[in-house]
């Protein structure tokens, strides 16, 4: 996936011209590509942020979540041979802003990653302006606010109606993991995941995710 341009070049440019009130947060940035990962990753610390040796291979993406979380995951979609920045995106817990980086911009490569609910999709060939103002978007979101697995929603009167199964999956959204993610950890298909939210969804008169959590938090204050 080797791609030249102007905008590899022209990087350092921009260093220190913007405003330095988001620039301490810790990105990690995943490209096959080393020169345009190592340009990247020149050009954020240049503007302030803190930016972890980048992740070429998609078999050491795992480890380097391990190593603990980043602010801000910037994602190429297209990572060569194996598994796409798109599937890697699916075992990314939801406090984690994504912003995918890629050279496609078709409808069905779109469709994919809008499922993952990205905070940000860059387009190449960007502008240095493009991908930092990308970035400061997905730094600046609030990460939301967590609930206890502890909490027993069984003992919640607005969640009666779900069943175990169900209660599993909105604890696991609670600790902000994805679809791909709640599967594994409950041995069960991404298939039969869906199938729960949409029981979820009609139970609780929901419409999404973030709906559905703002529901549950808000029905477990209540009760506390």
């Not at 590509?33 to 078999?59: C, K, N």
């Not at 930092?132 to 069984?154: I, N």
């Not at 003992?155 to 609670?174: H, I, K, N």
């Not at 409950?186 to 929901?206: A, D, M």
Request: glycine share 6%; with cysteine.
């Amino acid at each position: 996936m080797t791609r030249n341009g102007p905008w590899l070049c022209d990087f350092a440019s921009l260093a220190g011209m913007m405003p330095g009130a988001l620039r301490r947060r810790v990105v990690l940035v995943v490209d096959d590509e080393p020169m345009v990962a190592a340009l990247i990753q020149r050009f954020l610390s240049s503007a302030g942020y803190e930016v972890r040796p980048p992740v070429h291979d998609p078999a050491e993406f795992s480890a380097a979540l391990e190593a603990g979380l980043p602010d801000v995951l910037l994602l190429d979609v297209d990572l060569g041979v194996g598994r796409s920045g798109i599937d890697l995106a699916g075992t990314v817990p939801l406090q984690v802003p994504i912003v995918f980086v890629s050279g496609h911009s078709d409808g069905a490569t779109l469709a994919e990653a809008v499922k993952l609910r990205p905070a940000g999709y860059v387009v190449k060939p960007f502008t240095p302006q493009q991908l930092v103002a990308a970035v400061d978007v997905a730094a600046a979101q609030s990460t939301r606010a967590s609930l206890s697995p502890a909490v027993d929603l069984s003992a919640v009167p607005e969640l009666a109606a779900l069943s175990s199964r169900e209660r599993d999956v909105v604890v696991q959204l609670l600790q902000h993991q994805r679809v791909p993610a709640i599967a594994q950890a409950l041995f069960v298909s991404h298939h039969t995941v869906r199938n729960h939210l949409k029981h979820i969804f009609t139970k609780l008169s929901v419409r999404s995710q973030q709906e559905l959590l703002d529901r549950v938090k808000g029905a477990v204050s209540k009760s506390s």
